[in-house]
């Protein structure tokens, strides 16, 4: 079993920044693929970024997120920029072992947080 808790929402101003960290229970972090979703009020959860061998992201985040991750701390991050009032939502962090033929699907990933709270302000 694998728990994923995430830190780093909060309230920001459009235009803004936050870094958000998932951090993973277990040995073997860097074998799992890692994800981030978001989840707006009275919208479906939607993927926004994932890393893996290699890394991907939603169209709407393309050049202002990015997904580093550091097995050495089992943290993943999603590191946020130019953010917009559109990005407001609860942000989730999953994680799928191995490789997944989707890594935009939520139903590819089998561990999830409980979500961190990211709100921006216009």
């Known amino acids: 079993q694998v728990q994923l808790v995430e830190s780093g929402g909060g309230l920001v101003q459009a235009g803004g920044s936050l870094r958000l960290s998932c951090a993973a229970s277990?040995?073997?972090?860097?074998?799992?693929?890692m994800g981030w979703f978001r989840q707006a009020p009275g919208k479906e959860r939607e993927f926004v970024a994932a890393v893996s061998r290699n890394t991907y992201y939603a169209d709407s985040v393309k050049g202002r997120f990015t997904i580093p991750r550091d097995n050495a701390k089992n943290t993943v991050y999603l590191q946020t920029s130019s953010l917009k009032p559109l990005d407001t939502a609860v942000y989730y962090c999953a994680s799928v072992l191995g490789i997944t033929y989707d890594y935009t699907n939520r139903r590819s990933y089998t561990y999830w947080g409980q979500g961190t709270q990211v709100t921006v302000s216009s």
């Open positions: 277990g040995r073997t972090f860097s074998s799992y693929a």
